[in-house]
């Protein structure tokens, strides 16, 4: 694309570049885009939004609005690029493009790229890795409670694996089909060597084994802090529904914008979308919402190849903007590392067939070798752990390779879509006065 304002879709921005670029386009396009802080993170930074639409067709809230956000998780950070790729094809294709310059005649985009700012910052400038939030939760002395505590121990810039050769006690064991990849010991086989598979990371009080993992410092899901359904049992729920800063800014903002009449959230991964109801069965949903509901996510899936699946999950953005305010929404789980291999991700994720597993991970490696010159998979290499003695470090690349695509293909997840969201805001619903008749009471 050749919009006004540079921005390249071949690596992942931090925050400064993503406010960089958001301030730049609505100055180079004051008739098509207004900035706005919708709220402050936990560690104080805006969450932008930006609202797209022609204003001299009319104001930004008196016409129907597609809602879109990236980023709530904080390692998800494709989502903020393709709501980023969304507001340059807008802004680039404006007057040249029909759809699009209906669309920005008609509708209006509210476009929150980044609202977990402060988990994507650490998460694309160190080795952490993290689910949503950096505020420690619920225990904030994990950090110094005995067991393997996840840490960059080689220095490399990635947490990977660490295996440890242990013949007596050893669950895995190296595949016969590619040295690389760790396949389960059979019970009562004896033929080694067998090795035990832990996180990268330091053992702090180490006493030998057992080792404890310990559960990440971060523990908070900003995706599930939504009130719909909310209770204390929510996995990673936080202290009450709202009551994160980030989650609260979504909330709040949709609720001050009730010409909102889709949603759109953007994670990573698995290629497919999310949709209503979360908690119980489609005949119970209204017959009518059901019918738009899967309609709007056929057009998706016609030109993402995403399949859409009902959602299991509770207390998220999508579930509560359908069960509380009525509006359409998904969550598009984008990038599918699996898809690109040959291998049906839903498939992979039902398949408890050892073999059938050691097949569909010896044709990723075959993938990650054929299209990514084998830099998705870090080979087992030595080294000398403080507490472990002798160990070997290597794995899939968590970062860009697992939940996001290596940066030379980001572009071609952000196009598709970008596609699959015009087509959403093309079927919201309009309001159209017809006639008007006057009569005296």
């Not at 999950?313 to 579930?319: A, G, K, P």
Request: hydrophobic letters at 30%; aromatic letters at 10%.
């Amino acid at each position: 694309m050749s919009s006004k304002v540079d921005i390249g879709f071949d690596r992942y921005l931090t925050y400064s570049e993503v406010t960089d670029y958001l301030r730049k386009t609505a100055e180079a396009y004051p008739d098509l885009a207004d900035l706005e802080s919708a709220g402050k993170s936990y560690e104080g930074r805006d969450i932008w939004a930006l609202t797209l639409t022609n204003k001299k067709t009319g104001c930004a809230g008196k016409k129907p609005a597609l809602y879109i956000d990236g980023n709530i998780h904080a390692g998800e950070v494709t989502g903020s690029m393709v709501a980023l790729y969304l507001i340059d094809y807008l802004v680039d294709n404006y007057g040249k493009d029909e759809e699009v310059s209906y669309l920005l005649d008609t509708r209006t985009f509210y476009v929150l790229p980044r609202v977990n700012p402060d988990g994507a910052e650490l998460y694309l400038t160190t080795p952490t890795l993290l689910r949503s939030s950096v505020r420690v939760w619920p225990d904030e002395e994990v950090g110094d409670l005995p067991g393997l505590h996840r840490q960059d121990v080689n220095g490399d810039g990635m947490i990977l694996q660490m295996r440890v050769r242990d013949d007596r006690r050893g669950e895995w064991k190296v595949s016969e089909k590619d040295p690389r990849l760790m396949i389960a010991r059979r019970p009562g086989e004896r033929k080694g060597p067998f090795y035990r598979i832990y996180p990268e990371g330091f053992v702090k009080d180490y006493e030998g084994e057992p080792i404890e993992i310990q559960k990440p410092r971060f523990g908070l899901d900003l995706n599930r802090n939504f009130p719909s359904n909310w209770d204390t049992k929510v996995p990673g729920g936080g202290d009450f529904a709202g009551s994160e800063p980030e989650a609260r800014t979504i909330i709040e903002f949709i609720v001050k914008h009730p010409n909102i009449g889709g949603i759109q959230a953007l994670h990573t991964s698995g290629g497919f979308f999310f949709r209503n109801p979360c908690q119980y069965p489609e005949d119970k949903m209204d017959p009518q919402d059901l019918k738009a509901t899967r309609e709007i996510a056929g057009e998706g899936t016609r030109v993402s190849g995403y399949p859409d699946v009902k959602s299991p999950n509770r207390s998220t953005l999508t579930e509560w903007a359908y069960e509380h305010k009525g509006i359409i929404a998904y969550t598009t789980e984008l990038w599918n590392r699996y898809a690109r291999a040959g291998i049906d991700f839903l498939e992979w994720q039902r398949a408890s067939d050892p073999a059938k597993r050691e097949e569909y991970n010896v044709k990723l490696l075959e993938w990650n070798d054929r299209e990514l010159a084998g830099k998705g998979f870090k080979d087992w290499t030595p080294f000398e752990h403080p507490q472990l003695g002798p160990v070997e470090i290597g794995g899939w690349d968590p970062k860009f390779c697992s939940q996001n695509p290596p940066p030379f293909l980001l572009k071609q997840e952000c196009h598709k879509n970008t596609l699959w969201m015009l087509r959403h805001a093309a079927s919201l619903p309009e309001v159209h006065i017809t006639s008007l008749k006057v009569e005296d009471i």
